[in-house]
């Protein structure tokens, strides 16, 4: 390269970045990417229609000029919705990516049905998940009995929760565990959760109606 080409090229340079420059602004300012497409995934429960409008993006929006960020914490209030991700899919397309909080109680206090998610919180009322096991005795205001109520059914196998009639917890150190066949197994508190399920796992493999695993390395027929 001569001296006069050496010369000339930070001027090239220069010309260059002041035109991509101006290209950015003019793509940020004027949709020359615009959004074409809204995906949404993940939901069972929650209303794809209504996370949509939450989040206030519509086809032919600046795809440059997207809140990311504001929309999902939109989306976040949507029922259902426990997770949300919101990102941009180049060129033209956002996706939607949801976790649906799992429900696995349902109180019912008054006519009022209110759903337990795997947390032990209370997060829609109204309605009934699929497969929840109905809470009995229990206080929607008690977050504590709620809680350790939860962790019992979390705790247990698919199996288990599938042969359960109903769990109760008039507080937190008292949950029982009802089960279709009529048998009935104390658990108390929600600790040692994982060791009172495989304590309940063997003590309905004997005989006997009723059963207490508050103490799972010693379960005893309750009497």
Not at 71 to 93: D, F, L, M
């Amino acid at each position: 390269m001569n001296t006069r080409a050496k010369r000339r090229l930070p001027a090239i340079i220069a010309g260059l970045v002041v035109v991509l420059a101006a290209v950015g602004v003019l793509a940020y300012f004027f949709p020359l990417l615009k959004v074409g497409q809204i995906n949404v995934e993940g939901t069972v429960n929650a209303d794809v229609a209504q996370i949509q409008d939450a989040s206030g993006i519509a086809t032919g929006d600046n795809m440059l000029r997207l809140d990311t960020s504001g929309a999902a914490q939109t989306i976040a209030h949507v029922p259902w919705v426990e997770k949300v991700t919101v990102s941009r899919h180049w060129p033209t397309s956002v996706n939607i990516s949801i976790t649906e909080h799992r429900g696995v109680g349902v109180i019912n206090r008054g006519g009022t049905l209110y759903d337990v998610n795997e947390h032990g919180q209370i997060f829609l009322q109204g309605a009934a998940p699929e497969g929840a096991v109905e809470f009995k005795n229990v206080d929607p205001q008690d977050s504590a009995a709620v809680k350790a109520a939860a962790d019992a059914v979390v705790a247990l196998s698919p199996e288990l929760v599938g042969q359960l009639d109903r769990v109760e917890a008039k507080s937190a150190e008292s949950v029982e565990l009802f089960f279709h066949d009529g048998r009935r197994v104390f658990w108390g508190s929600s600790e040692r959760a994982s060791e009172k399920a495989e304590a309940t796992r063997v003590v309905l493999t004997r005989e006997g109606q009723e059963w207490n695993v508050s103490n799972p390395a010693m379960p005893t027929v309750r009497t």
